[in-house]
Structures are given as structure tokens and as C-alpha cells.
T-cell receptor, first 117, second 119 residues
Framework: AQSVAQPEDQVNVAEGNPLTVKCTYS??????LFWYVQYPNRGLQFLLK??????LVKGSYGFEAEFNKSQTSFHLKKPSALVSDSALYFC???????????????FGKGTKLSVKP | EAQVTQNPRYLITVTGKKLTVTCSQN?????MSWYRQDPGLGLRQIYY???????DKGDVPEGYKVSRKEKRNFPLILESPSPNQTSLYFC??????????????????FGAGSRLTVL
């Protein structure tokens, strides 16, 4: 069975410091991994995805994520946090074996990122 | 502008009073889905549709109905709402066939959400 875990409910970072939001996953085949962000009173927006290839994926707003197959992780990172990065971040996974069925995208519970000035 | 539009954005209703949350997308996406978001539980899928007249249950379908008569619309119907259906609801859509052949890699476009309160 597929699953995804975001072990931290909240991450607090000072502006200008690097940030990491953690995500681990479990699938039977190869994973398709996604990060989405939700700003207050808004829907989720796509940040980046890993499908295949380079383990370091770059996305919107200066975010990047590193796929680590041995640790089954896909942590979201940014070298220098901004106050405007404060939002709710969701990791999501789909097993490539379910590629024909979009119904199997599994979301984590979300991590609230708070960036203080 | 490419978007997913949900209505209403906010609704307070009473137990048992049927309601429909509409969802429309203008991107010609085959796939559409409904999620509910609850504190501590993240996003859970209610129903999804791979194309017109093709719908299937997600993880939490009880108490909900959907229909897909047209490609652009995917309404969520609560026949007899109950307080445990108080939640934030999101509609999302995507292509099914990936340009790179990896259909599972398609990105979801979400609506702005519909906050429903059932008294």
C-alpha cells in the first residue's frame, strides 16, 4: 500500500535561514513525488515533482527537493527562507504502477511552515 | 485564465438539507477529483472521475455523490448533510494522458476551496 508521512506538524524558521520540510514515502514500485503549497484561504498550488532522472529537483519560488531512494525521502528545501514562504506544505506520492489511475495520489497531512522576520 | 472554479466558497446549512457544490474547469482536463481537508488529517479523496460518465470512489465517499455528465463539470452532492461533513472541500483536475507518456506524473490544478458548515 502507498503511504506518505510528514513527520513535523510545524516548522519554524527565521527569515534568511535555510529551511527543510520533511517527507518520507512508501510505495511498492517507483514513486512519482510531488510538493504542493497552500497559502491561507487559497487552494493548493504545485511546487515541484520528481518523476525520474536527477535526484535534485528545482521548482517554483526558489524551492528544491531531493529524492533519496535509499531513505525513501523527498525533503523540500530552500536556501534562504522568506516571510512570504509561510504556508501549509503538502507532500504527495503516486506509485508508477498506478499511473493509469489518477485516483491513487496520496497526500501527507501537511506541514505548517512559519518564517519569522 | 486556466482555472478550476468552485461554488459556493462558503456555505452554512442545516442537517438534512440537500446541497450541491459545483466545480468547473476550463482546461479540457479528463481527470477531476474532490478532496476534503480536515485539521490533522490532511487531504482525503472523496470521489474522482477519469472522464465523462466515469466516476469512482476515493477514500471517504460515504455521504457524497458525484456526476460527470460534461467534461468541464464535476458537482459534489450531499443528499443529506450531517455535521461530520463540516469541512473544507477542494476540487482538482488534470490531464490523464501525459505528454511524456507518464500519465501518473500529471500535476493537479486545484480550486480555491469551499468551506462548508453543517449545523
Amino acid at each position: 500500500a502507498q503511504s506518505v508521512a510528514q513527520p513535523e506538524d510545524q516548522v519554524n524558521v527565521a527569515e534568511g535561514n535555510p529551511l527543510t520540510v520533511k517527507c518520507t514515502y512508501s510505495v511498492s514500485g517507483n514513486p512519482y513525488l510531488f510538493w504542493y503549497v497552500q497559502y491561507p484561504n487559497r487552494g493548493l498550488q504545485f511546487l515541484l515533482k520528481y518523476i525520474t532522472g536527477d535526484n535534485l529537483v528545482k521548482g517554483s519560488y526558489g524551492f528544491e527537493a531531493e529524492f533519496n531512494k535509499s531513505q525513501t525521502s523527498f525533503h523540500l528545501k530552500k536556501p534562504s527562507a522568506l516571510v512570504s514562504d509561510s504556508a501549509l506544505y503538502f507532500c504527495a506520492v503516486r506509485d508508477e504502477n498506478y499511473g493509469g489511475s489518477q485516483g491513487n495520489l496520496i497526500f501527507g497531512k501537511g506541514t505548517k511552515l512559519s518564517v519569522k522576520p | 485564465e486556466a482555472q478550476v472554479t468552485q461554488n459556493p466558497r462558503y456555505l452554512i446549512t442545516v442537517t438534512g438539507k440537500k446541497l450541491t457544490v459545483t466545480c468547473s474547469q476550463n482546461m479540457n482536463h479528463e481527470y477531476m477529483s474532490w478532496y476534503r481537508q480536515d485539521p490533522g488529517l490532511g487531504l482525503r479523496q472523496i470521489y474522482y472521475s477519469m472522464n465523462v460518465e466515469v466516476t469512482d470512489k476515493g477514500d471517504v465517499p460515504e455521504g457524497y455523490k458525484v456526476s460527470r455528465k460534461e467534461k468541464r463539470n464535476f458537482p459534489l452532492i450531499l443528499e443529506s448533510p450531517s455535521p461530520n461533513q463540516t469541512s473544507l472541500y477542494f476540487c482538482a483536475s488534470s490531464l490523464v494522458s501525459g505528454r511524456d507518456g507518464l500519465s501518473g506524473a500529471n500535476v493537479l490544478t486545484f480550486g480555491a476551496g469551499s468551506r462548508l458548515t453543517v449545523l
